[in-house]
């Protein structure tokens, strides 16, 4: 069964440092979605893009956090200078349908700044 | 704006007992809504969906039927199990722009054996 892939699982970093995480997609699906999750919350759509072309991104805080996916296949979220309060799990998810029927989350980066 | 509004946990059960876990939302013209499992550690996995009024989702013996008219989405299941031990979200898909997913905050169902 197809299924969304991420890495790293775990990142530990320290405040000020770059960080970044990778999805790939379930194979054709246009539709990529990054989430944050905070602890004891729902997730949270960060960014969201149809191929390679962002359609929302009203959520992610630009003056740090960048997407790109740039072949509209596998992407990638980067946090730069990383801060105390991103700690938070980071999930990917991928649709077949701008609709966002169904969407299919990957495992999720863990991600912690001390 | 769109949102969903879910019991608040934890809920505790013995194995075999009838679960209920409320969800309710907020939205303009009639969304998709949608019930997610997340077990510790792990991303979130589809459990049911539901796109018209009155459908029923089902799926490993846990239901929610879509209603229009108390604009709900209770997710329930005759007879929990240990392994049923996680934390669930419903979800709605909104009806415009980018048919973007809002997310309740989540309720933790935690069964005993």
């Known amino acids: 069964e197809a299924e969304v892939a991420q890495s790293p699982r775990y990142k530990i970093t320290e405040k000020s440092q770059a960080v970044a995480f990778w999805c790939d997609p379930i194979?054709?699906?246009?539709?990529l979605y990054w989430y944050r999750q905070i602890l004891g919350q729902g997730p949270e759509l960060l960014v969201q893009f149809q191929d390679e072309s962002v359609v929302d991104d009203s959520q992610l805080p630009k003056d740090r956090f960048s997407a790109e996916r740039l072949k509209g296949v596998d992407s990638t979220l980067k946090i730069q200078p990383a801060e105390l309060g991103d700690s938070a799990m980071y999930l990917c998810?991928?649709?077949?349908?701008?609709?966002?029927?169904?969407?299919?989350f990957g495992p999720g980066t863990r991600l912690t700044v001390t | 704006g769109d949102s969903v509004t879910q019991m608040e946990g934890p809920v505790t059960l013995s194995e075999e007992a009838f679960l209920t876990i409320n969800c309710t939302y907020t939205a303009t013209g009639y969304p998709s809504l949608f019930w997610y499992v997340q077990y510790p550690g792990e991303g979130l996995q589809l459990l049911l969906k539901a796109t018209k009024a009155d459908d029923k989702g089902s799926n490993k013996g846990f239901e929610a039927t879509y209603r229009k008219e108390t604009t709900s989405f209770h997710l329930e299941k005759g007879s929990v199990q240990v392994s049923d031990s996680a934390v669930y979200f419903c979800?709605?898909?909104?009806?415009?722009?980018?048919?973007?997913?809002?997310f309740g905050t989540g309720t933790r169902l935690k069964v005993l054996a």
């Open positions: 979800a709605l898909s909104a009806t415009s722009g980018t048919y973007k997913y809002i």
């Open positions: 998810a991928s649709s077949s349908t701008r609709r966002g029927y169904e969407q299919y």
């Open positions: 194979s054709g699906h246009a539709t």
